[in-house]
């Protein structure tokens, strides 16, 4: 439980005054030590590809898996996980495509595609955290 309380302070004392680039880092890296205490390895971060980016890539069980990462602190906007768009997802595949090409990485060891979305809704102490499979 300290764990999270941890990071939970570490994100909001990151988002305090910060610029869209500096929230959404913190973003991803709240969303790395998640799914660290789930079992899951970071294998990369912030994979860039023509026509896209890869925000995480983790391993679990022999298996890669790769994610968004979308963050929202008001549902003025909608909620984290109603801002991934299609485009955005057709633009995830690309890199991933390109990442499992330029490694040479078979089907069977790909895990899945998913989206983290952590919401800080007003009032609350913690961030909503849940993650959503993304398919094409």
């Known amino acids: ?3 999270i309380a ?3 302070n570490r994100l909001r004392q ?3 005054h910060k ?3 500096h929230i959404g880092r913190a973003a991803e890296n709240y969303a790395a030590e998640f799914l660290n205490k789930e079992g899951f390895r970071t294998v990369e971060k912030n994979f860039i590809a023509r026509g896209g980016e890869i925000d995480l890539i983790c391993s679990k069980n022999s ?3 790769f994610f968004e990462v979308r963050y929202r602190s008001s549902k003025s906007f909608g909620s984290a996980g109603e801002s991934v768009s299609s485009l955005k997802i057709y633009r995830l595949y690309r890199a991933i495509s390109q990442w499992i090409l330029q490694r040479g990485l078979q089907s069977e060891f790909i895990g899945g595609v998913y989206a983290i979305c952590i919401d800080m809704p007003a009032g609350r102490a913690e961030p909503v955290v849940k993650l959503v499979s993304l398919r094409v």
Do not use: C, Q, R, T
Request: no cysteine.
């Open 1 to 3: 439980m300290k764990f």
């Open 6 to 8: 941890k990071a939970i």
């Open 14 to 16: 990151s988002l305090k």
């Open 19 to 21: 610029s869209k680039v």
């Open 63 to 65: 298996k890669v898996y």
